[in-house]
């Protein structure tokens, strides 16, 4: 049997000692041979507000450094049987979107050849528009799991159809996605129009409010996501903006009223069961993560999604 990569434990090396990886994990140079690579996409360009989502995935791997090998509260042990390294990121062009996005697919295809998931650290949301693209090529339209305060199914921003508040409607139009193999949950906040939330649902996309999850367990939502995804491809893509600015501060637009972390755990954690193909956590700005808890809480989530991927072993 082949020797499965580790995390090099705080017994080994200090945690806060060494070259920051996702987890303290072997950085590698390319997705051969991985089951799951974990990828930085720096790419902050397609922002609206705060900018600073480029610095995202080098903060989210400094963080990771505290995360150990073994989830307490689900049991999973994906270095059990999963092979898993940091692929480091992908060399994206900082002064054009249309060239970073036709990078990125070509680093997504690459990773894809080799039959490993990715799961990825942005950057800001443009980023998922070019990996679904690529996800859609190897697998046909996925359906999503996607955490946002926000829809991101804007047509245009400032006139642009390539920017973080778009790649659902292209992914939804280009049919990477099936909207009914979609959900969208703790959306909130502010619209251009009353209806914003009106076209991802005419589509066959479920939306779930923020207001829906508020003061409740999302355990009975995930079981009707598990039910109405079914078989067939998941995608999870996480804006950590879905989260609330008490708990995910460092990100460019925060919107009051979000989920709590342990809500956000109960998603992804509620993904399992699903043949979840790839995710990705984005839109961490950490210049505005002046604790650290927004790189933190991402790294965490991050694991959180390994822990669901199939295959992962758990532990009774
Ligand atoms: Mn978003
Ligand atoms: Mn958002």
């Not at 005419?202 to 009707?224: I, N």
């Not at 043949?275 to 933190?296: C, F, H, Q, R």
Request: with cysteine.
């Amino acid at each position: 049997m082949k020797k499965l990569n580790q995390p090099i434990g705080g017994n080994d090396m200090p945690r806060f000692g060494g070259i920051a990886t996702m987890m303290r994990l072997p950085h590698v140079p390319n997705a051969k041979d991985l089951d799951v690579a974990f990828v930085g996409v720096p790419f902050d360009i397609g922002t609206s507000n705060r900018s600073g989502a480029r610095f995202g995935p080098r903060q989210i791997r400094s963080e990771s450094c505290l995360i150990r090998p073994y989830n307490m509260a689900t049991r999973a042990a994906p270095f059990d049987s999963l092979q898993v390294a940091d692929i480091g990121d992908v060399a994206i062009n900082t002064f054009n979107i249309d060239k970073s996005m036709a990078i990125i697919e070509s680093a997504y295809d690459d990773i894809l050849a080799q039959n490993c998931k990715p799961l990825t650290m942005g950057g800001d949301h443009t980023i998922a528009l070019p990996i679904l693209r690529s996800i859609a090529r190897k697998y046909g339209p996925v359906g999503i799991v996607h955490v946002d305060a926000h829809a991101d199914i804007n047509d245009t921003m400032f006139g642009e159809r390539i920017a973080h508040g778009t790649p659902f409607r292209r992914a939804i139009e280009e049919k990477l996605v099936d909207p009914k193999r979609m959900v969208q949950i703790g959306l909130r906040a502010t619209g251009y129009a009353a209806d914003d939330f009106d076209w991802p649902r005419e589509q066959g996309v479920r939306v779930v409010p923020a207001e829906d999850c508020w003061y409740k367990s999302l355990k009975p939502l995930m079981s009707e996501v598990r039910e109405q995804l079914g078989v067939g491809p998941v995608y999870i893509t996480f804006d950590i903006d879905g989260l609330d600015p008490a708990y995910a501060a460092g990100t460019g637009t925060p919107e009051i009223g979000g989920l709590t972390i342990h809500q956000g755990l109960e998603i992804i954690r509620g993904c399992r069961g699903l043949e979840v193909v790839g995710g990705d956590l984005v839109e961490v700005a950490p210049a505005y993560d002046t604790t650290g808890n927004t790189a933190l809480t991402a790294a965490n989530l991050l694991f959180e999604m390994l822990c669901v991927f199939p295959g992962v072993k758990y532990r009774v």
